[in-house]
């Protein structure tokens, strides 16, 4: 073969594009994208929105061009199970390797769930290159699907039981060196009784053979992960405790095989300093392992809310079938007690379901025919049949879980800081190690002492409570969210929301119940009350209006026997007309009494009064006499007063945007104890009254549940969507408040204040720590003391440190709702 036919591999990368629609459309992505440098070729496939791109362009490149034509480049999330990683500059080494991969556009790492959340364009083959990166980093990742969730806890079980058999194994091993060695210092007569039953050179080569098994036995996991951090030039923990653990055995086996190397006053071993800092470290990581499990309960708890199976019935036949079988429009019969598999709707039965495990409210809902079932909850004393709606992964409890584990891989803002510290932290505690050494060897007693100072001070310091102390608190508190009702879908909300002054909340359906009911009838003097609400419920009986709904459901939760009505004629602008048996009625406003002149006397003066607070007025005639006045309204919910009062307590201020008449919103809002109203906004217009709201500086939090709120929602500074409202709405949003009850934006509120407070104690524990113990180690004290710190007391304090982050993050699992459920 000549070398004019040789060619060197073509690299082809695939995108998924949104928004091509046409011929056209494939043909312009073609000529534009073949323009970028490095591109030969291009193919678009407008079937499966996908465009192969020849050559090595940048990914970034080509979604700005697309973005450019008016098409959109996929993005993917992608969420890697990590193992491997032990501190937070593990934690750096990992996004750094990922976030340089093209493609990539986020990469935030949690170590407290030893997972990745990498969001990036929809490049086939990037999973596997992200895995790769992973590796070559020094760490094992896997994708953390759906079905692979309950493989990853069993791997993370296994992995606590491994650790649990190296610490017993190094503890067994270590015992009798440090009893060998420190035992003399606390009872010399020991000391004596030892050296002269065994011999000095006996007793050191024991404990060597003891710590060298417990180093390169249960210890070699340090070196496995340490050393190649070293040769990379990114030292992690494992690096300081192979230093540290190392320069101790090392000393000792110098001290031991070849004592004349050294000075005759230095000669001395510190196996017990060796063994005893792999055994603490050890049982830190073991305590640590079970405390992060438990971080992760929120989930796990989730996830066991799924049933495995269910019972289909398919072409007559009923039996049970795995879960991952069922299909849309299966019929499927639920049992007293038992859990709901699948979203779906109710065709048969009459039963009260639990659904506190999804919305945090202990009160059982009524179900009947038609009514909507969600996975997860539980059905109470009589059985159901319901058409399945929403399988697998579209299920509200799948997309929660998602959500959850989203907000869980979060990094708040707050973390910045600390990442920033801890990218250089590591190399900079060797650079401290390497000035004490110098510094002991210079101005010290002499080289032992020198080589314990070192050893201390590479193992006082430690990073890990410093990567734990903000995902612990995040995990905690979201799961804790998710048992109150309250789903961050976004973990950075936590600190947005803890940061608000203001809260917003649109009318309908968020401050009130979003439909109109009945509240009062007042009939004319010797009309029966009864009489006249069922003369308006058969002229509204044919009638879909929402005000025509509040009259019939008035009438039918009063038992009343409604008769049916001809000659019904709708009058627009003015009500109905309509003939129930001998009676010609008319139902309307007080123009169409007025047009047909019908005398409203009292009844009008009240009626103006009940609409300026945002009351609906309908007289009601009969064969040209006036028999009632019935008012209708959209009801404030009953814990909406209670939730103001609430966040006023909190010190947060309130606001109502609403297209309401000024006078009819300042009513309302009065009556609500809201502080400020923007009146008769259009839908399109919420956004700029949050621009006005926010003048002065002020955070602003939005609360709606409607497809107009949606702008709103993502142009605030917070967007909490109502969960019993629309699909956009929730979306739009970076907090779900699963059921309608504004009780849950207070504790939402009260959530994230509670969170930010504990990673603001972690936070300072970790740093103080290291502040505070680094220049103990180095020998800060002995000048003025005498007094040192001892590597075995490092190690322990190290392992203190890094429990005490997550003891106190697992304090939020206790945090009792600012506002409970049943106010």
Known sequence: MSPTQLTPPQTTQTLRVEGMTCAACTGRVERMLAREEGVSGVRANLMTGMVAVDGPAEPAKLAERLTALGFTAAEDVTRLAITGMTCASCVGR??????????????????????????????????????????????????ATETSREDLAAHKEEAIHRLARAVLLAALLTLPVFVAEMGGHLYPPFHHWLHGLVGQQALWLGQFVLTTLVLFGPG???????????????????????????????????????????????????????????????????????????????????????????????????????????????????????????????????????????????????????????????NGQAALSYRAERVGADTMLARIIRMVEEAQGAKLPIQAAVDRVTRVFVPVVMGIAALTFAAWMIWGPGLGEAVVAAVAVLIIACPCAMGLATPTSIMVGTGRGAELGVLFRRGDALQALHEVDLVAFDKTGTLTEGRPDLVAIHTAPGVDEAEALALAAAAESGSEHPIAGAILRAADARGLSVSPASGVAAIPGFGLQAQVGDRALLLGAARLMAREGIETGDLATLAETQAGQGQTPLFLAADGGLLALLLVADRVKPTTRPAIDALHAMGIGTAMITGDAAPTAKAIAGALGIDRVEAEILPDGKVAALEALRQGGAKVAFVGDGI???????????????????????????????????????????????????????????????????????????PAFGLTLSPMLGAGAMALSSLFVLTNALRLKALHPRMEANL
Do not use: C
């Open 94 to 143: 990992v996004e750094r390797m990922l976030q340089a991969l093209p493609g990539v556009t986020q990469a935030s790492v949690n170590l407290a769930d030893e997972t990745a959340l990498v969001r990036h364009y929809a490049l086939a083959g990037l999973p596997e290159r992200m895995i790769e990166a992973v590796r070559a980093a020094g760490y094992e990742a896997r994708i």
């Open 220 to 378: 070699w996991r340090f070196f496995r992960a340490g050393v190649p951090a070293l040769l990379h030039g990114a030292p992690d923990m494992n690096s300081l405790v192979v230093m540290g653990a190392s320069a101790a055995w090392g000393y000792s086996t110098i001290a031991t095989f070849a004592p004349s190397l050294l000075p005759e006053a230095s000669r001395a071993v510190y196996f017990e300093a060796a063994a005893v800092i792999v055994t603490l470290i050890l049982l830190g990581r073991y305590l640590e392992a079970r405390a992060k499990g438990r971080t992760g309960a929120a989930i796990a708890k989730l996830v066991g809310l799924q049933p495995r199976t269910a019972r289909v019935e398919r072409d007559g036949v009923t039996e049970d079938r795995p879960i991952a079988e069922i299909r849309p429009g299966d019929l499927l019969h639920l049992r007293p007690g038992e859990r709901v598999a699948v979203d779906g709707t109710v065709v048969a039965g009459h039963s009260w379901l639990d659904e506190s495990m999804l919305t945090g409210e202990p009160v059982p809902v009524e179900k009947t025919e038609g009514a909507a079932l969600t996975a997860g909850t539980v």
């Open 708 to 782: 107009n709120d949606a702008p709103a929602l993502a142009a605030a500074d917070v967007g909490l969507a109502i969960g019993t409202g629309t699909d956009v709405a929730v979306e739009a949003a970076e907090v779900v408040l699963m059921s309608g009850d504004l009780r849950g934006v207070v504790n939402a509120l009260h959530l994230s204040r509670a969170v930010m407070r504990n990673i603001r104690q972690n936070l300072f524990w970790a740093f103080a720590y290291n502040t505070a113990l680094i220049p103990v180690a180095a020998g800060a004290l002995y």
